[in-house]
């Protein structure tokens, strides 16, 4: 059976910059290990197959894989599928500025925007709030895992934190870009400092005016060696950001930029909803732009 693809760069407006994702249409009759290998195929961070929702009202259930796994829940195959599905649906004349796809973490619901006929803006709800999930190891541990010294750890009152709104990841605070930019994982040492999770460097030092923090993230053991937008830790850094900063009540908007060091770069944008300084609601957002369509033979 022949079954349709494309792909798209997210948390962009231009192409060739942003995450690379691919989403395969007509995905049923695929089984995980099928899914898996078309998955090591394309090669990218992400790879998202596409599937008829289970309840009414639902837009699509998706299942999406890493080169080296399933995930639960992801930023970047949420938003770019998000704007694929709102580009098809508009061209048949059935536009609709929300959707809901059902994904492993539960339904996540996605406010979309068509701008133009082959890009789109989406933001979703974060399905689950973030929470804090286990200890980050030692500054000296994360530091010699990531080519750097333990003093360049940490910030103000930020340290080494793992939370997860989904997906774990361990939040590496750095004072400046230039750490950030030196930073290099250290294959032989990255069990004992993340295990088989993901590394997450940020700071405010930013390549652009008007963003909030510049970051990196790194996960070796997904087949990942470097995600050039990482919308699931995001997600979770909203954690770090209310332990951290404790913003006050009222809505935040914050603007991450991320893969300025690959030559992909990114901006994601995170908005929080904070009452009786705790976290109420948060989203994700970011534009994607088709790249190519194809099919798999």
Known sequence: MKRRFVTLDVFTT???????????????????????????????????????????????????????????????????TAVWLALTDDAEGRPAELLVLEEKVGPVSCAVEVKGSHAGHAVFTLPRLPERVGEAAEAEVLATALGLDASEIGFENHAPAVYSAGVPFHFVPVATREVIG???????????????????????????TGHDFHVRMFWPGTGIGEDPATGGAAAAF???????????????????????EMGRPSQITLELSVRDRALVSARIGGSAIVVSEGVLL
Do not use: C
């Open 14 to 80: 231009r192409r060739h910059a942003g995450n690379p994702l691919a989403v395969v249409l007509q995905s049923e009759g695929l089984d995980t290990e099928a899914m898996q290998a078309i998955a090591r195929e394309f090669n990218l961070s992400e790879t998202v197959f596409v599937s008829p929702p289970e309840k009414p009202g639902h837009r699509a259930s998706v299942r999406i894989f890493t080169p080296g796994g399933e995930l639960p829940f992801a930023g970047h195959p949420t938003v770019g």
């Open 182 to 208: 030196r930073a290099r994982p250290d294959l032989a040492r990255w069990q004992a400092a993340f295990g088989a999770g993901g590394a997450y460097l940020y700071g405010r030092e930013t390549a652009e």
């Open 238 to 260: 909203a954690g770090a950001i209310m332990a951290y900063d404790k913003p006050a009540d009222g809505d935040h908007r914050l603007v991450i930029e991320q893969g300025y």
